[in-house]
């Protein structure tokens, strides 16, 4: 084909199309550009009638007058048998706890530990009775020696085939012995640690320093832990570990073997934090009228707990002694903390001291220490022959059992 055919051919097929008729073409451009307009006024009018009624039900609102929508006019639901708490003491809300000689009429928590903890008539070895989870531990003095007896989850006993001696002129047994995933169980010995594993009955000894060491706690894993002893502290690997890690690694001791805990310890003035290496950060400011600390400090997964005894409480009078209080820190900012004061049975006021029976006063020290966490929302506490749980929602205390034993070790079997 010619290059000059090309342009008749052209014009004889588009010849065949439809003449497109440009006014009104013109005209259904217009009318769709109106309709758009149309709607978005429509829109933008009822956005401002909405906005407008909102504005004069807040208006009316905070007049005083009666609005269609009015606060809520009840309060936020609450735990079954809440209690409020007695005040605040440095900006902390804190409950009473129930006075000594009620703890057996409080309502049970029900654990493997029973109604009263004592020692069984009859034990079996530990090799014969394997236990998958340990809900307490006690001591036994046979001779110059300490034998441990392991009460599982399943409420049955079993006797550790191992011999301990005494630390610091005291039974071998911290309240930190027993490991987060209940499997083993702890015990501090001269120059040594002793650790005996629930389900295979395995005991094994992991040397360290010449040093009378008295507190054990473990780390999170369940592969290392912390022991210490007056000034000197190390993290000792009992598990597997990594690559080329070390056994033993030195800590940073604290005066009192008991405040080197993982993975948080409270201390006057703030609450710190383990960093896995042998140091420590501050994880928080505290402000507490602390005389002085008392035991370990045990963590859950959202907060932690210890006990201390108080200088004077303005907001708690006392009566001749001081008051032991447990103080439950959040570790989470979105959460509060909370205090339990353990307070003493109303009696004669002392001499001298007329109407002093109409204040509340309290137990001396040592009588009281935290064990532990039955849940993320239960403190365990051992108060004279009694150990207690104080529930963080409801500010309730609970009773789990009474103590025939002079001392035990909780762990998490104790939840079925």
Known sequence: MRREEVQPLLVQATDRLPEPDLADAAWAAGL???????????????????????????????AGGRADLNPPDREPTRPPGYIQPAGQIAGLDFWVAPPPGSERFLDRLDTPLGDRLELPDSVRSLTENRLEGIAAVVLVKESDRYVPLLLGSDATWARADVGLVAVGGAAPLSSGAVAPDGRSVAFPQPGALITVNAPTAEISRHDLPSGEYRSVSWIGDGERLLVSGPG????????????????????APARDPEEVTAPFRIQTGSVMRYLFNGRWTEDSRLTLPVRSWVGQTFSSISGTARLFVANDLEPVPTRGSQAQVVAAISTLRMLPSRLLVLGEPQG????????AGDRPFFREPGCCAVL???????????VHGWILAWNLE??????VTELAVDQVALGPGLRY
Request: a positive charge; hydrophobic letters at 45%; charged letters at 20%.
């Open 32 to 62: 769709t550009v109106r309709r758009r307009r149309r709607r978005t006024v429509l829109i933008s009018l009822l956005a401002v009638l909405v906005l407008a009624i909102i504005a004069s039900i807040l208006i009316e609102a905070g």
């Open 232 to 251: 000197v502290a190390y993290q000792v690997l009992v598990g597997e570990g990594g690559p080329e890690e070390q056994t033993v690694v030195p800590v």
């Open 348 to 355: 004669n006021p002392p001499r001298n001291q007329e109407g």
């Open 372 to 382: 532990g966490w039955y849940d993320d929302g239960n403190v365990l506490l051992q």
């Open 394 to 399: 409801s500010g309730r205390v609970l009773r």
